[in-house]
């Protein structure tokens, strides 16, 4: 009677925040890659490797790969693995700009430079940080609670949060169900050829830059983004732009990936000093969606900033 093969024991315990990288054993030849790393690393749920395989976190031989990928021996199997969350959240009390509030949900104009959830490296002067200490019993994950999307740290503008559990549920659902027009302001260097369009490309993990999102052949994730030049500022245009799904920087990544990245980025394009900008120029000016209990439409604007807005003035006096 022919014996299975044996299974290499497990490597160790995975540190968190770091690119852990194995070979995959003859034992484990030919098999799908989900249970390639579930076999060396038992102490990772399925559904965690799974996250982060959809997220691109897992390649082989530095290309992101998918759950069915079936390694071959020796193949180099590498796991970007995110920090560990904080061990508190506490209350803070940070001005906030409300745009919406009732008893079920919470609309914030964020501004740039704040991160909306604590993480390694930013325990403090967080958005929920702030909404701790002016609403109490958030529902939802104790480092995220009430978030239903995010915003980068130095985008500007618009986010919902929801104030209940049934709140919570209903705005994630509909965030997942693409039910919430989500629209931004964004500078970008040149003159986008067409004015305007539609961006579609999978974004994942770059495999060559780990700290970065790029559109990936393989391994990535839907994503679509349309875009409306809404003014031409001599080297730069201003755009409306509309996201269909919401992937990591997805709307950074699109428009660096057709050659126009946004003013100011200084990961997917570079920084604009002499324009007076000290960050991406990117604000999410409109949110609309339908509450989840009245049923009434909610359409909520915010003009940018004032940082933003002095660009544009710096821009059109020069044309």
């Known amino acids: ?27 484990l030849a030919g098999e799908r890659l989900d249970r390639v790393v579930t076999a060396l690393h038992p102490e990772l749920s399925r559904a965690a490797i799974s996250t982060l395989i959809a997220d691109g976190r897992v390649s082989v031989n530095g290309r992101p790969c998918k759950a069915a990928t079936r390694p071959v021996a020796g193949a180099r199997v590498t796991l970007d693995l995110p920090p560990t969350e904080p061990l508190t959240t506490e209350a803070e009390a940070i001005p906030l700009e409300v745009i919406f509030e009732d008893d079920a949900l919470v609309v914030i104009d964020k501004p740039a430079g704040m991160v909306v959830h604590p993480a390694p490296g930013n325990l403090h002067g967080t958005l929920v940080n702030a909404l701790l200490a002016r609403y109490a019993d958030l529902p939802g994950e104790p480092f995220r609670p009430g978030i239903v999307h995010r915003l980068d740290k130095d985008t500007s503008g618009l986010i919902v949060v929801a104030r209940t ?33 539609a961006i579609s490309g999978d974004i994942g993990r770059d495999p060559r830059r780990r700290q970065r999102m790029a559109v990936v052949a393989v391994g990535g994730r839907e994503a679509h983004t349309t875009y409306e030049t809404v003014e031409v500022l001599g080297g730069y245009a201003l755009l409306r732009v509309v996201l269909g799904t919401g992937r990591t920087h997805q709307i950074r990544v699109h428009l660096g990936a ?29 949110l609309r969606f339908r509450h989840p209990f009245t049923g009434e439409e909610l359409d909520l604007r915010a003009d940018p900033p004032s940082d933003l807005q002095s660009v544009l003035e710096t821009l059109r006096q020069r044309r």
């Open 1 to 27: 009677m022919k014996r299975a093969p044996k299974r290499p024991p497990p490597p160790g315990p995975l540190p968190p925040g770091r690119a852990v990288t194995f070979d995959v054993p003859l034992q």
């Open 165 to 197: 559990a049934p709140a919570l549920a209903a705005l994630a659902s509909a965030f997942k169900q693409r039910d919430v027009y989500k629209e931004y302001l964004a500078l970008v260097v040149g003159h986008p050829n067409p004015a305007s369009g």
């Open 258 to 286: 057709m050659g126009y990245p946004i003013a100011g980025d200084p990961v997917y394009g570079r920084p604009a000093p002499a324009l007076g900008l000290h960050r991406q120029f990117l604000h999410a000016a409109r």
